[in-house]
Nanobody
Framework: QVQLEESGGGLVQAGGSLRLSCAASGLTFSTFVMAWFRQAPGKERAFVAAIGTSDTGTEYADSVKGRFTISRHDAVKTVYLQMSSLSPEDTAVYYC????????????????WGQGTQVTVSS
């Protein structure tokens, strides 16, 4: 059974930083593209960042470029999202997802999802 478990969310002041983690189990982690999506209150879930396998690169939403960094550590089956210069507009539930084959920014292509972790940025 595949499980993706996010952690690291919480309350942070504007301008602050936070690191999210997503621990995976039940899948061959190194063969999956891993991504973060987020869903803000009243909005649809949206792509944030993705990282390919074997150093095949990263992709970011324009809204987080230069502020967020996605990374992965295959030995411990974990993907991270380092978030800095946070603003209230970053407030959302952040989801980890795993993709076997497909378009990195297209959430319908992702096979597995975590339950999400809440990030709240206060002004």
């Amino acid at each position: 059974q595949v499980q993706l478990e996010e952690s690291g969310g919480g309350l942070v002041q504007a301008g602050g930083s936070l690191r999210l983690s997503c621990a995976a189990s039940g899948l061959t982690f190194s063969t999956f593209v891993m991504a973060w999506f987020r869903q803000a209150p009243g909005k649809e879930r949206a792509f944030v960042a993705a990282i390919g396998t074997s150093d095949t690169g990263t992709e970011y939403a324009d809204s987080v470029k230069g502020r967020f960094t996605i990374s992965r550590h295959d030995a411990v089956k974990t993907v991270y999202l380092q978030m800095s210069s946070l603003s209230p507009e970053d407030t959302a539930v952040y989801y980890c997802a795993a993709l076997n084959v497909g378009t990195w920014a297209r959430q319908s292509d992702y096979e597995f999802w975590g339950q999400g972790t809440q990030v709240t940025v206060s002004s």
